[in-house]
């Protein structure tokens, strides 16, 4: 089945800016509440949010396999649940209700009127019930700084991070969405020249720049994902920030791996972009040396151009941008992590979300954590408002932004956002 | 509010063998489907299992705040989020019931047809959809001998360990209850004189002997939980097999933690012994040095006399017991573990669980794993058929077991069992 929806000359009868991440080509999906308390599954373009329970109730899904309620749900998992065949459907007939060629929907105003929002009056909710979260480690530039950084130059890699996609479980309950405020963390850290760990604010709070994928079922317990049938299973992906405390994970993470330092919280953007509006912006991945084990080899182009970006915006000041980066220099792509984390039979759900790892490029201004940006603190970054950071200060709100472009098209995937505040105890008075 | 349900003189009208893990005093409560495909949440006495959702149709819960279908349901979930007090009343009201000295549901033969079901007749099934798993670390001894053996004597413990219950996080979608076989593992190991990462079934299938507890909502995001509190959240514990991969953890764990290596499956035992019928065999935890950081302190007897087995059973053989071990021989209690986690604001949700980690005691036939058994393989175990196990073989059944008993009562959590099938991968042929 063709993906028509991408077909770059679409033009939208909605208005969209030039720059816009959410042309008609875009059509990502989310979840999101009117001013009238409705909570409904939705789609965006430019300025404009879809409800596309509405559209469906007026009958404009029609001839597509779907349930009366599927929409009318609070997160997008029974979506997920009908199938790539089914994401398809529905993503190539929207395009084709605001097609500008199209008078269908363009003509019924009362219509237009039941099913359209200004962005600026909804709020966007969680779009999954996420089941379990794995986060990877496959910038190979981010691993190698981390253990340059930890360890020494020389032995920077371990030897398994050029075998297999490092990555780990990390915590559903504490991924919030754009937007929410996050707490800095209490916990323990060991600070240098200090006898006994200590207890208090973490005092090292990072980010970490990432893109996160979200799953259908895919597997049984006990079988594996041949890595050819993966894409069958990936229903888009957001923009993701690992926040963390590097204080409490030096302490914390031997030999476990990290735990408090990441799990007081995690960002996600609102809208999932679907792999088929990503597919015109595959490109090669890089080079693999060693050849993988035959389980992790796919043939083409298995990365995504995504250009990055991460801004610190202080209260009351205006935003400096951090990090340029972008997706295609990841060294394990999203196949090949699939494909392994099934490979012992670990099965695979609705709603899952797998994060890629923190995305960093090969120069400085293309690091994607504070860590790494400022060398452990030891170069601060000049702020436009004239103050410094090695790591995030109370007030900081940080902004991931991405998108993909080429000559013809730009999609984006918007902002994924969190304002940093004050640590909190309980024995503190309010 | 008295637990009365614990009351040791309580006989029930229903036959109960002298040494049941399941007497009127334990009152657990789990999910089951009856031969009638009738799905309910239920407890067990003796040898019979109850039909809650049927009891509660005939009115026997009359005067606790009980929504009509909270039995009615295919998890524990909504029983979990009514509360302690709730949890409380329905079990006094089940001991009530079943009491000898009532006559008032003994003597309703009609009632007692529809309620009741020989444990034969019936399955058991997952008691609740977990939310998030924790796996925590918190066995001295265990922590020793895996330090040991990785490292060296000297410092087999990592700087931390004493300092702060580490733990990690698991994986929610492979936990499976009892009886549920198991697929030995595909993956990359690295074998000692290899020179390359080798592919194919795991080697070295272990199984870890712990326990692990199951909550209801306690805290908000960025609020943590004062560690007097956390008993409130704390349902019930289960048996607990962390079912692992001894030479695809030694190839991947490096440096963040686990993964393939545990997350290929996890066994817990069917029935939730809750809390309140734990609460006589209190006993003292170990004395910590260096003492624990203030928001770790908790005054009184904060572990639990829980005597724990680990019996091998070959294919069409008898089995061989390989562990005797003791719960209350952990260093870290199931409440400092609960308050670490939360500590950093991380929220703690309805139906997450929580592993103890192995639970190895000080001598040798009291560890919690082969991999200690056994010493890494060189100190193989005599089994009653004959033969030898470093590790488990395919067809071994793993079998769990735990009680608690003083001068009057035995409560215990049944078995928790699962079969080691032969591995198979995609590409091979049926």
Same mark, same amino acid.
């Given at each position: $089945? &063709?993906i028509?929806?991408?077909?770059?000359?679409?033009?939208?009868?909605?208005?969209?800016?030039?720059n816009?991440?959410?042309?008609?080509?875009?059509?990502?999906?989310?979840v999101? !509440?009117t001013?009238?308390?409705?909570?409904?599954?939705?789609?965006?373009?430019?300025?404009y949010?879809?409800?596309?329970?509405?559209?469906?109730?007026?009958?404009?899904?029609?001839?597509?396999?779907?349930?009366?309620? !599927?929409?009318?749900?609070?997160?997008?998992?029974?979506?997920?649940?009908?199938?790539?065949? %089914?994401?398809? =459907?529905?993503?190539?007939?929207? #395009?084709d209700?605001?097609?500008?060629?199209?008078t269908?929907?363009?003509?019924?105003?009362?219509?237009?009127?039941?099913?359209?929002?200004?962005?600026?009056?909804?709020? $966007?909710?969680?779009?999954? #019930?996420?089941?379990?979260?794995t986060? @990877?480690?496959?910038?190979?530039?981010?691993?190698?700084?981390?253990?340059?950084?930890?360890r020494?130059?020389?032995?920077?890699?371990?030897?398994n991070?050029?075998?297999?996609?490092?990555? +780990?479980?990390?915590?559903?309950?504490?991924?919030?969405?754009?937007?929410?405020?996050?707490?800095?963390?209490?916990?323990?850290? @060991?600070?240098?020249?200090?006898?006994?760990?200590?207890?208090?604010?973490?005092?090292?709070?990072?980010?970490?720049?990432?893109?996160?994928f979200?799953?259908?079922?895919?597997?049984?317990l006990?079988?594996?994902?041949?890595i050819e049938?993966t894409?069958?299973?990936? @229903?888009?992906?957001?923009?993701?920030?690992?926040?963390? #405390?590097?204080?409490?994970?030096?302490w914390?993470?031997?030999?476990?791996?990290?735990?408090?330092?990441?799990?007081?919280?995690?960002?996600?953007?609102?809208?999932?972009?679907?792999?088929d509006?990503?597919?015109p912006?595959?490109v090669?991945?890089p080079?693999?040396?060693?050849?993988?084990?035959?389980?992790?080899?796919?043939?083409?182009?298995?990365?995504?151009?995504?250009?990055?970006?991460?801004?610190?915006?202080? &209260?009351?000041?205006?935003?400096?941008?951090?990090?340029? %980066?972008?997706?295609?220099? $990841?060294?394990? %792509?999203?196949?090949?992590?699939?494909?392994?984390h099934a490979?012992?039979?670990?099965?695979?759900?609705?709603?899952?979300?797998?994060?890629?790892? /923190?995305?960093?490029?090969?120069?400085?201004?293309? +690091?994607?954590? $504070? =860590?790494?940006? /400022?060398?452990?603190?030891?170069?601060p970054? &000049?702020?436009?408002?004239?103050?410094?950071?090695?790591?995030? &200060?109370?007030?900081? %709100?940080?902004?991931?932004?991405?998108?993909?472009?080429?000559?013809?098209?730009?999609?984006?995937?918007?902002?994924?956002?969190?304002?940093?505040?004050?640590?909190?105890?309980?024995?503190?008075?309010?």
């Amino acid at each position: $089945m &063709k993906i028509t929806a991408n077909d770059p000359k679409r033009k939208s009868w909605l208005k969209v800016n030039k720059n816009s991440d959410f042309p008609i080509q875009n059509i990502p999906f989310g979840v999101f !509440i009117t001013k009238n308390d409705i909570v409904t599954i939705g789609t965006r373009i430019g300025d404009y949010a879809i409800d596309l329970a509405a559209l469906h109730q007026l009958g404009y899904f029609e001839g597509i396999p779907l349930t009366d309620d !599927i929409f009318m749900q609070d997160t997008l998992n029974d979506f997920i649940d009908d199938g790539r065949k %089914t994401w398809r =459907l529905v993503r190539n007939r929207i #395009a084709d209700l605001f097609d500008n060629e199209n008078t269908k929907l363009k003509d019924q105003s009362k219509h237009i009127v039941e099913i359209l929002f200004d962005i600026n009056e909804i709020e $966007m909710l969680m779009p999954v #019930a996420i089941g379990d979260f794995t986060d @990877f480690y496959s910038s190979k530039e981010h691993a190698t700084n981390v253990g340059t950084m930890f360890r020494d130059a020389e032995n920077a890699l371990l030897p398994n991070w050029l075998h297999l996609p490092a990555g +780990y479980h990390g915590r559903s309950s504490s991924i919030v969405i754009s937007g929410k405020k996050i707490r800095r963390p209490y916990g323990q850290s @060991f600070p240098k020249g200090s006898k006994q760990p200590v207890f208090g604010p973490s005092k090292l709070v990072d980010f970490e720049l990432e893109m996160g994928f979200i799953t259908s079922v895919a597997n049984k317990l006990g079988k594996q994902i041949p890595i050819e049938e993966t894409e069958d299973y990936i @229903f888009g992906m957001v923009l993701l920030n690992d926040w963390s #405390a590097r204080d409490i994970q030096a302490w914390e993470y031997a030999p476990l791996g990290p735990f408090l330092a990441k799990n007081f919280a995690t960002t996600i953007s609102p809208w999932i972009v679907t792999m088929d509006a990503l597919q015109p912006y595959r490109v090669e991945s890089p080079k693999q040396d060693p050849k993988p084990l035959p389980y992790l080899q796919l043939e083409g182009n298995n990365s995504y151009d995504i250009k990055l970006q991460a801004a610190i915006k202080p &209260k009351k000041e205006v935003e400096t941008i951090v990090s340029n %980066t972008n997706f295609k220099s $990841m060294y394990w %792509t999203i196949y090949q992590q699939l494909a392994h984390h099934a490979v012992n039979g670990c099965n695979i759900s609705n709603g899952d979300l797998y994060g890629s790892g /923190t995305i960093s490029g090969s120069t400085e201004g293309s +690091y994607g954590s $504070m =860590l790494e940006l /400022t060398w452990k603190g030891t170069k601060p970054i &000049k702020m436009n408002d004239g103050s410094k950071r090695k790591f995030i &200060k109370d007030g900081d %709100t940080i902004i991931l932004r991405g998108y993909c472009k080429n000559d013809k098209i730009r999609i984006g995937f918007g902002e994924c956002k969190g304002k940093l505040r004050k640590a909190k105890y309980f024995k503190d008075k309010e």
